[in-house]
Structures are given as structure tokens and as C-alpha cells.
């Protein structure tokens, strides 16, 4: 496809979309810092930090725009409860402002419903009360083969709907880190994916937000996000995706007409 028309969002509407995420387990602080400078730079919607750096990256960002967020029980949710709130109380006192937490999993998947509720509830509770926004990750590639009697889908769908009643201000697809035992015996993941994220944004009501993590790439895979209905997407590529953004833009107002793809996610690789 060739375009020459103006850009379909503007830079500061995608820009605002992306949580440049910070979390690979091997990041030193020098590579925490950087990824903080990358966020100012790019005005991007937050940085999503390991938990022991976000104070360190409230320092760095402060009047930058840029919010600090942190994961809570991450990456697969099994923390107890009194520990996730606890964690969250911490985070809110070092400065964050957003709370990705995950679910606990193995509740949800033994349709132990109410303890899976209380759970998010207790994060999101704790959360608001000190003025942070709670994002409450599924974890999307491990539901969609079903669980506690249900198909994949209606797991999913009951989970979001499960997490609007606990507080929750966004629904998120992964972690990034969700790894799955392939049919070769390899581990690998999807991440977010198209369906799903229609899947969400029809699961709850207007005031639950939808955001997409893990194999979103390019450009052109934010833009499909947002045409998706999420408001969120956690990422690394942010430099390359903006970066692009600019270039297109300067081809629009020159005139000169450039290709694209359609967009793509759902490829895996954080």
C-alpha cells in the first residue's frame, strides 16, 4: 500500500499510547537509566521499571510528562496477596504511579474465582487509595487453550470481567515473559494478539482501558493497536517506532509518497 495522505494519529496521540517497558531480568541500572532517557526523549506515556529502580527513575523523570510504573508479582502472579499489596504499597511510596500486577494463575485455572477477585482487588484497593492506576495482566497465551471448565475465550472473557468488578483501570494481554512448551519442545509466546484485543475491549465496560503487550514491533503494529481499541501498549522498540513515525511525516509534507504493511502483531518477542 502507498500513502501520501497525513499520518492517521498523530505523534503525540501514539506516542502516548506506549509504556516503554524496562523489565528484561538482565538490565543493569546504566541500561534502567538510558531506557528512562529514551522515554523523555520520545514523550512516550510511561516507562514500566523493575520495582527496585522506581524511585531512581521518578528522579529522572520528573517533569518530563513521562509517568513511572512498576510490575507487581511479576512475572507469573503466584505472590500471595497480603505480598502483592504490600509490594504495591511500597512502589506507590517510591513514586509509581501505574501497577501492572498479574493475576494468580493457578487460582483462575482451579476456578477458585473469588480468590482470584479479592486478589486483584486488594492491589487495585491499595493502588487508588495512594493515587496509582492498576493494570491487571491475563497472561493471554496460557488461557487460550481454556481453563476451569471453559474455552479459551470465555476464560479470557471472564477474567476481564472478573477485574472490572476488582478496580481495575486496564486489562493487559502478558507479561512478555509468558513462556509456553511448543510441540517441538521449545518455549515461545505470542503476546498480544489481534484477537484478543478485540476480545478485551468487548469484555468490559468503557471505563476499563485495553492494553496490549508483547509482539508489538513496528509502527505499524502500534497503529493496529490503537485501530483495536487498546489505549496501552508496553514496548521496547519504542526509538525504532517513533523514529519511523517522523520519517513517514516528513515524506507526507513533502509529498512524496512511501509504502507500507499492514499492521502486525501477535509475533512474540518482548
Avoid at 115 to 139: F, N, P, Q, T
Avoid at 242 to 253: G, I
Amino acid at each position: 500500500m502507498t500513502r501520501t495522505e497525513p499520518m492517521k494519529y498523530t505523534y503525540e496521540e501514539l506516542a502516548k499510547m506506549i509504556d516503554h517497558s524496562l523489565l528484561h531480568p538482565v538490565m543493569t541500572d546504566r541500561e534502567l537509566e538510558e531506557g528512562c532517557k529514551v522515554a523523555a526523549k520520545y514523550g512516550v506515556a510511561s516507562v514500566c521499571i523493575k520495582p527496585y529502580a522506581v524511585k531512581r527513575a521518578v528522579e529522572l523523570l520528573q517533569g518530563t510528562g513521562v509517568f513511572v510504573g512498576t510490575v507487581i508479582g511479576f512475572p507469573h502472579g503466584n505472590a500471595s496477596t497480603e505480598s502483592k499489596r504490600y509490594e504495591t504499597e511500597l512502589a506507590c511510596c517510591d513514586g509509581a504511579v501505574e501497577i501492572d500486577m498479574v493475576i494468580n494463575l493457578g487460582k483462575a485455572f482451579s476456578g477458585e474465582w473469588g480468590y482470584v477477585e479479592s486478589d486483584v482487588k486488594a492491589v487495585c484497593s491499595e493502588a487508588h487509595k495512594r493515587g496509582a492506576k492498576v493494570k491487571v495482566i491475563l497472561e493471554n497465551d496460557y488461557l487460550t487453550q481454556g481453563g476451569a471448565g471453559l474455552c479459551g475465550d470465555d476464560f479470557k472473557q471472564k477474567l476481564c470481567q472478573l477485574c472490572e468488578r476488582a478496580g481495575a483501570d486496564w486489562v493487559k494481554t502478558s507479561t512478555g515473559y509468558g513462556f509456553v512448551k511448543q510441540p517441538d519442545g521449545s518455549y515461545n509466546y505470542k503476546g498480544a494478539t489481534e484477537h484478543d484485543l478485540a476480545l478485551m475491549r468487548a469484555s468490559v465496560s468503557a471505563k476499563v482501558q485495553v492494553k496490549a503487550a508483547g509482539g508489538v514491533r513496528d509502527l505499524n503494529g502500534l497503529i493496529k493497536v490503537r485501530d483495536l481499541g487498546a489505549s496501552r501498549c508496553g514496548a521496547t522498540a519504542t526509538a525504532a517506532m517513533l523514529d519511523e513515525y517522523r520519517r513517514r511525516e516528513a515524506l507526507v509534507k513533502t509529498g512524496v509518497a512511501f509504502a507500507t504493511q499492514p499492521g502486525s502483531i501477535g509475533a512474540g518477542g518482548y
